[in-house]
């Protein structure tokens, strides 16, 4: 039993370091292919009088427009 959990061990660490260079890999590839637009990103001043409600659903509507643009050709 015990040669089973070392075993087990040894493949966990392994899928761990799996995991971890895909997450490099998949971090290089976005580094190099994909650099987003700055002006994309339009911001609203905050100011006293804004509406935070509307200043929310706006930057999640812009996280979704970039997403959007990211995913497709």
Do not use: C, K
């Not at 998949?26 to 200043?55: H, K, M």
């Amino acid at each position: 039993m015990p040669h089973f959990y070392r075993s087990s061990r040894h493949l966990l660490r392994l899928f761990l370091a799996l995991v971890l260079g895909m997450a490099l890999l998949g971090w290089w590839y976005a580094d190099r292919n994909w650099r987003p637009n700055v002006e994309d990103f339009q911001l609203p001043v905050a100011t006293e009088e804004i509406d935070w409600l509307n200043l929310a659903a706006g930057l999640v509507e812009d996280g979704i427009e970039i997403f959007q643009s990211a995913t497709s050709e």
